[in-house]
């Protein structure tokens, strides 16, 4: 299972909840989008983000995101949630995630989404700061083979 998530620089582990199943006995499909937030927010927080936010106003905004479900996810199980940034623009990023499941020892579910540099003062789009650029850099460049800087 570690082999599946060693692209991965942050690496988070949640419990499947039965409240997190839905009527058909499997986890809700917008459970898995909650997954890719607290992995993210984990990401954030190992590059200091709201740091940089409460003295800039400037910090990510979801602009999409996406899931691919490979397998159901039912009560009791637990799950490892990868996230990495494979590409850097001037003002935006593509972060990716992986769901695995701890009972199935596989793949659940693939995500992605694209987060945009906002300046929440100004309400408009900003480019990345140098210094937000290369915390990025440096946590992805020895784990993640798909990093690119454009």
Known sequence: MQDLLKNYPVVIEIPIAWGDMDAFQHVNNIMY????ESARISYFEKLNFHDQMIKTGIGPILANTQCK???PLTYPDRVSVGAKIDMIEKDRFLMKYLVVSHKHKSIAALGEGMLVSFNYH???KAPLSDEIRARITDLEK???QDFQVR
Do not use: D
Request: charged share 30%; glycine share 0%; net charge positive.
């Open 33 to 36: 989008f909650k997954y890719f």
């Open 69 to 71: 479900f490979k397998i």
């Open 122 to 124: 100004e309400n408009k």
């Open 142 to 144: 020895n784990v993640n």
